[in-house]
């Protein structure tokens, strides 16, 4: 049975004392491993609120070294680390954040090879990659393993999120049946955007693992921080989708729920 110590129920008062929360929410984060894929000005301050929140493990994905145009978003790197391996990076600030929280540190992208593993390995994913190559493997593997994942993108001024529970809501591919170009170093951003996204996947997650409220189920939250607009809007299955459809090679009926 997972107990709180003296430091953690000092640490996480704050938020215990939230309505629906308590001492059993926090013992529901800290049972819980979160994958993070693509480590970046989103899915790295994403994974910074979920370390702060309690989460007891994190498992963080992305290949690549920081470059300095990383530097106006990645709020867990530092200049002097330009050049180098981004994800260590993430880890060491993390835990310097947190020492009570677990943190494995891969550098490598999602691949066709090690996404069944890292998936299998996580009570859920947030998947934040910079390209839809990447998104497609872990939904898949995520409606293949029946994990639930919070889906959340930007681009510019404009974002969105929802979460994902295999054969209950629509998948990724559901909602975007046709991948738009995604060209990784050509994309327009603005940090406080990406934190912004940040910051509401970081509570999806934290929602869908305590269930102290209700996440985005069914329902596409789409953002325009030019305007600052914010719009859900109701999504559906599709029946003949080639990931999580009738057809699919997995199949779930409406029934079947997931624990986190």
Known sequence: MINLTPTELERYS???MLPNFGEAAQKRLKSATVLVTGVGGLGGTAALYLAVAGVGRLILVRGGDLRMDDMNRQVLMTDDWVGKPRVFKAKETLEGINPNVQIEAIHDYITPENVDSLVQSADMALDCAHNFAERNLLNEACVRWRKPMVE???DGMEAYLTTIIP???PCLSCLFPEKPDWDRRGFSVLGAVSGTLACLTALEAIKL???FSQPLLSELLTIDLQRMEFAKRRSQRDRNCP????TAPWRYSQSQSISV
């Open 167 to 169: 054969g209950v809501t």
């Open 243 to 246: 990931v999580c459809g009738n």
């Open 209 to 211: 693992i305590t269930g």
């Open 14 to 16: 704050r938020q215990m």
């Open 152 to 154: 959340a993108a930007m």
